[in-house]
């Protein structure tokens, strides 16, 4: 899978909004696997089944990376 | 972000032949002089068409390319141009060009379609194909949010829509702001998001239903999770046609608004017409009373002999009166044998006694009723002279005369102006009118029923929800490696589902309180007015004026709605994600000297890059110097050779 690019859009204000709930209401979800997400669909690119494909992806890669 | 170097025009508009403008490195403004006629619109055109490909009118409505090339070049024979645009974004140099020329074996094009259009853009010198074109593009400067990087300031009153919750353009401005500042990023996760789950759900299904242990389990899974799709089909229908609905609605109140001015004149000659028909009914009754005053209108011939006889009646009347009410005294004492005299209650004496015995002798009995048979005589003669008086009187004609008079000028009033609406509305198809205020009217209520439909929805949705949360409790217990597997993988879809399902409000929220801060400060550098303490914003990210004292300014100027636009697109560059260069057609509008002033020393803390379309008199070069010193980066001049031809030349 093609690496997530990280120097395309500023996202901060997304990303420190986004990881605000995630560390008080989601602190289970790992905070680099939301942010790949996130910045995948910062990228005008794509279709919506080739984002759900890669949102897939990233799940599985991060699933069977745990235990 | 994207910084503009250069662009190049080739027969574009009244720029005949190729000529070019540099935009120099460095933050500040560009300004661009033209009188009215010289091309300033269309050089905002040519960024537009480089861009995007295609321009729009004042109307802010797409224009055709056909007549967008030069006039004398045509008048030559020479159809077709080509734009090109250097710019830089995120250290990559750029090469924009895109050409609108006759197609092969079309030697005098007539419409869009004789022409083909071909773009290439180069990034640092390597040439991208045409799909890695089109992503590139749209990810420096997507066309959705091309308004706040290049508008006609004229355009302005637009944002003015933001603060109708129904407004069609709105909506659709509302819509662009949230995509310049990344809403999308987060809306559009959430669907792939929730794509991506429904799937893992049925993949959990499926690995149920391969378990003897949990095959009951996985088919009553797949089963809610079947009615669940179908329900969010039905709620992805009903939203879609509540938009459509609303969006009808607004055209209709568009359309209504449009013939706002015909609606008022028609209810006004509505109005008219009912009082006609009163003030003719009130006539009528008037003319009525006059004819039967005019009955007797010969009558007040006599009146005179008449009035000399009512005075002679009434003095016999009177004498009448008084001479049966001494005989009536007198009787009375006559009658008594201890009679007192009823004026001053003395003994009456026989002396006394006898001389009213013959006084009563004098007068018989007859003549008492004979008096009393003259009085009711009298009397009914004064009746009918007095009411014969009364009917002749002319004053009564004259009355009567005048009411009828003054119905009629009233009538004729109302006629005239009834006559003159009649004219005004002559042109307008008052069905169509009605016709469009019914629809209206039915699109209301056709909303409020599809809004009742999403409730039921969403509530079944809930229903289901609920079920397939306890099944799948009981699944939990008896689940295998591979289902336990399926499950995990759903639950942290489901889990990234609903956090950025909170973070879209979450985000929503913040963005408007920073807009709102960010544009009070641009607001109250832009203003004028001492008494504003800033603007408060909705949930559309319309702006409301703030007065010292808290209040809201329900009403504004067009000049405080083209400040407020102004605030709006400077505090929506400071947070979008995506930044550019403002190109500004006509900022000033109609703006008061001091306005411009602050709009002028503004500008250069809107956006890194700001160009300005002006003519001279809107913003006099010696201004733009004093107010922009170190941050006016470089003056061009649209000069005129003819009416079809402009140069762009540089002032030094």
Request: proline letters at 3%; one cysteine or more; a neutral charge.
């Amino acid at each position: 899978m093609a690496p997530v690019d990280r120097s395309k859009i500023d996202l901060s204000a997304i990303l420190t909004t986004v990881e605000t709930i995630r560390a008080e209401r989601f602190s289970g979800l790992d905070a680099a696997l939301v942010e790949d997400v996130l910045r995948l669909h910062a990228d005008p690119g794509g279709s919506d089944a080739e984002l759900a494909r890669k949102v897939e992806e990233l799940v599985e890669q991060f699933a069977s990376r745990r235990p | 972000m994207m910084r503009l170097r250069a662009l190049h025009l080739t027969d574009f508009g009244p720029f005949k032949g190729t000529q070019t403008v540099k935009f120099p490195p460095g933050e500040g403004v560009t300004v661009f002089y033209g009188e009215n006629m010289r091309g300033k619109t269309t050089l905002l055109n040519a960024i537009r068409f480089v861009l995007f490909g295609s321009i729009i009118a004042r109307s802010a409505r797409s224009a055709s390319l056909h007549n967008a090339g030069n006039w004398e070049q045509q008048a030559a024979g020479k159809y077709g141009f080509s734009v090109a645009l250097d710019f830089t974004h995120e250290g990559r140099a750029y090469a924009l060009t895109r050409s609108h020329r006759p197609r092969h074996g079309i030697t005098v094009p007539r419409h869009d379609d004789d022409y083909l259009t071909e773009t290439f853009l180069s990034r640092d010198g390597d040439v991208l194909g045409p799909q890695e074109r089109q992503v590139e593009l749209q990810r420096i400067l997507p066309e959705q949010i091309s308004r706040f990087f290049l508008f006609d300031g004229e355009l302005l009153q637009e944002y003015e829509d933001l603060l109708s919750q129904d407004s069609e353009m709105g909506h659709r401005i509302s819509e662009a702001i949230e995509r310049i500042l990344g809403v999308p990023v987060l809306t559009r996760g959430r669907a792939t998001l929730a794509q991506a789950k429904s799937a893992a759900e049925r993949r959990a299904a499926q690995a149920a239903q391969g378990d003897h242990r949990t095959r009951e389990y996985g088919s009553q899974l797949e089963g809610l999770r079947q009615e669940r799709d179908t329900l969010d089909h039905d709620l992805e229908r009903q939203t879609h046609d509540l938009e459509d609905l609303r969006k009808r609605k607004s055209s209709l109140e568009e359309a209504l608004k449009k013939k706002e001015r015909f609606s008022i004149l028609i209810e006004k000659r509505d109005g008219l017409n009912s009082q006609i028909d009163e003030i003719e009914r009130r006539m009528d009754q008037r003319r009525d009373d006059l004819r039967k005053a005019m009955e007797h209108a010969w009558s007040t011939l006599l009146i005179k002999p008449i009035t000399a006889a009512i005075g002679v009646l009434s003095e016999r009347e009177s004498a009448l009166r008084t001479s049966i009410a001494r005989v009536e005294l007198l009787r009375s004492m006559h009658l008594k044998s201890d009679a007192e005299c009823p004026a001053c209650l003395q003994h009456v004496s026989s002396e006394a006694k006898r001389k009213v015995e013959a006084t009563l002798a004098k007068g018989s009995g007859e003549s008492l009723d004979q008096q009393q048979a003259e009085l009711s005589d009298v009397r009914r003669r004064l009746e009918a002279g007095r009411k014969f008086a009364n009917a002749a009187s002319s004053e009564v004609i004259q009355m009567n005369w005048g009411l009828v008079e003054e119905a009629a000028r009233e009538l004729f009033t109302k006629r005239d102006q009834r006559d003159d609406l009649d004219r005004q509305l002559n042109e307008v198809n008052e069905d169509a009118l009605r016709s469009t205020k019914a629809e209206y009217e039915k699109s209301i209520l056709e909303i409020s029923s599809v809004t009742n439909g999403i409730q039921m929805t969403r509530r079944k949705l809930e229903e289901k929800a609920t079920a397939t949360e306890q099944l799948r409790r009981r699944l939990d217990r008896s689940a295998g490696a591979d289902l336990e597997q399926a499950q995990k993988r759903w639950k942290l879809l489901c889990d990234l589902h609903d956090l950025l399902n909170e973070a879209v409000g979450a985000y929503r929220e913040r963005l408007r309180k920073s807009v709102e801060a960010d544009a009070s400060k641009h607001f109250l550098k832009l203003t004028t007015e001492e008494d504003y303490k800033g603007l408060s914003i909705n949930a559309n990210y319309g702006l409301t004026i703030l007065h010292n004292d808290g209040t809201p300014i329900p009403v504004r100027s067009a000049g405080a709605e083209h400040i407020v636009a102004l605030s709006l697109i400077g505090a929506l560059q400071n947070n979008a994600p995506l930044k550019g260069p403002i190109l500004i057609d006509s900022p000033f509008g109609r703006l008061d000297s001091g306005h411009r002033k602050n709009i002028v020393r503004a500008l250069p803390t809107m956006a890194e890059q700001v160009a300005l379309l002006v003519y001279e008199e809107e913003l006099p070069p010696a201004l733009a110097r004093s107010e922009l010193k170190g941050k006016l980066l470089a003056e061009y001049k649209l000069d005129r050779r003819s009416a079809r031809h402009t140069e762009l030349v540089a002032r030094t």
